[in-house]
């Protein structure tokens, strides 16, 4: 068994590396920019929403809590009616991005850590590079990656979105993988 604690400098590099890389592909690839789309008559519904002064939270229309109004004939004659929406209010203004890229580094950690615990526990000090590189990339490909499904299969996030993000996950697990494998200990 290895130890998380002889595995600090690759949980740490691993989540700077990540950090970077997912700068660089969000700055420099456009391929995000489609997993939007734009609401037609988009200043005439932000104006008849302003008058609502709606918190930032999460919000679905229409709204139940109980089964049995889900099956109302008032709460099915809206859903008939449409539109249904499930949306995220973001706070008015400026987005100021500090406190999500300290959350995403914090992320990167966790992979990183959840990385060490298990392929700690699968392979030995002083095995080879491969053997390291399919545990932490497994491990980190489904820390980055596997849950963004959930959001398409429930939620009706476009699948393209969701693939394309995937596809960004795998690239942090390969990298992650990469530095975990360079790094192990007993190399």
């Not at 391929?31 to 037609?40: I, R, T």
């Not at 008015?92 to 580094?105: A, D, T, Y």
């Not at 545990?135 to 596997?146: C, H, I, N, P, Q």
């Amino acid at each position: 068994m290895v130890s998380i604690v002889s595995l600090w400098l690759p949980i740490l590099l691993s989540a700077v590396a990540v950090f970077v890389i997912s700068s660089l592909l969000h700055m420099l690839f456009t391929y995000h920019n489609s997993d939007f789309k734009k609401l037609p008559s988009e200043d005439e519904i932000m104006n008849d929403l302003r008058k609502y002064n709606i918190p930032t939270g999460d919000y679905m229309l229409p709204f139940c809590t109980d089964p049995k109004e889900r099956k109302s004939e008032q709460f099915q004659e809206k859903m008939n009616k449409g539109p249904v929406l499930i949306t995220t209010v973001f706070p008015s203004g400026e987005m100021k991005m500090g406190k999500s890229l300290v959350l995403w580094f914090i992320y990167c950690l966790i992979i990183g850590i959840f990385s060490a615990y298990i392929t700690g526990h699968a392979v030995q000090a002083g095995s080879d590079y491969l053997s390291v590189f399919r545990f932490v990339g497994a491990v980190s490909f489904a820390g980055y990656s596997l849950a963004l499904m959930q959001d398409s299969i429930w939620y009706m996030k476009s699948w393209s979105a969701t693939i394309k993000s995937m596809f960004d996950g795998l690239i942090y697990a390969l990298f992650t993988a990469g530095i975990f494998g360079w790094l192990w200990p007993g190399m």
